[in-house]
């Protein structure tokens, strides 16, 4: 398996972790951890051997925010030009296999942001997320603005966004951000059975299932439906599908054939 810089990648069965790991400055989301992340992604994304992936940090920080070291010096004409933040950290909202953010700890700025971009976030109990970029003197820029009021409404995201403060996982919780809350030293065991389980199923179902729900963001709700009838319609030509349906009738276990 490949070694990176930034992170640190293994697999559990057909779960896939990535680890952001710069210890020394609480996984600040540097551009060469962007780099190496996109990497690891497109290689689970390419494994069959991979149905789930993990997203993760250190227990004291999930991403601490973008790099502020690196991006203080840099210009309008440097970030207009370098299109900064659009190339590369998009890449986690468009892998299409599931992806769970296992979240401890700070999970700040571009680290929140880069949770909200999984496909849905368990908490550890000792985790803070913020999106503290107002006190830089600017606004987030992966998404905070845009993803933060969808997931938790209006008010609790204006309250975030405008005074930069940060809530604890309970908050996170009531207002839906997280989708459970997991002593610390239970993090990973929950998360990655939580990806196992998400593994076992039909890689085709789970994938445009993944996408009908990500629509659910994207369009108002009659094309939504629409989108999601076809779609509901499309999975009759999978031979999981098929599958599925014979081995529930049958009384067994369906044995997928697309993993
Ligand atoms: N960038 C760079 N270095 C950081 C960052 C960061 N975001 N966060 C922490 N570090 C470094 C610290 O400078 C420190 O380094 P050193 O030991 O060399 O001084 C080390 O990590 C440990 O940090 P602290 O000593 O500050 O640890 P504390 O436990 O006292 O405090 C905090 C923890 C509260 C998390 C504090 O570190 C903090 O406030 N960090 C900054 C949080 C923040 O403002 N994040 C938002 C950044 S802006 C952003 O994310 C914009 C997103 C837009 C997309 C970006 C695309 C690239």
Known sequence: MTTYENIQVETKGRVGIVRLNRPKALNALCAALIVDLGHALDAFEADPGVGCIVLTGSDKAFAAGADIKEMKEKSYQDVFLQDFITVGWEKV????????????????????????MCDFIIAADNARFGQPEITLGTIPGAGGTQRLPRFIGKAKAMDLVLTGRMMDAAEAERCGLVSRIVPLDKLMDEAIAAAEKIASMSL???????????????????????????????????????????????????????R
């Open 93 to 116: 909202s468009q892998v299409r296999k599931p992806i769970v953010a296992a979240v401890a700890g700070y999970a700040l700025g571009g680290g929140c942001e880069m949770a909200m």
């Open 204 to 258: 085709p179902a789970t994938m445009v299932a993944k996408e009908a729900v990500n629509q659910a963001f994207e369009t108002p709700l009659a094309t939504g439906i629409r989108f999601e009838r076809r779609t509901f319609h499309a999975t009759f030509a999978f031979d999981d599908r098929v599958e599925g349906m014979n081995a529930f009738a049958d009384k067994r276990k369906a044995a997928w054939k697309h």
